[in-house]
């Protein structure tokens, strides 16, 4: 057993997909930091968005 896991890392099919595994978990990695960056600038968008429009509400009421 121990010789294959070392003939699929050594070989050129196992190189190969290491790269492809660390392509991807590269792309995780940055896919899951702008969207966590995102959601917090939607959030805030939609909080300013729902206080304006609750100040639009409360100025019609008044009159």
Do not use: H, P, Q
């Amino acid at each position: 057993m121990l010789r294959k896991i070392r003939k699929f890392v050594t070989g050129k099919e196992g190189a190969t997909a290491i790269e492809y595994g660390l392509i991807a978990a590269l792309v995780s990695v940055a896919a899951i930091t702008a969207l966590g960056a995102m959601g917090e600038n939607l959030s805030t968008m939609f909080s300013t968005v729902a206080n304006e429009l609750d100040s639009a509400v409360d100025g019609v009421g008044a009159s």
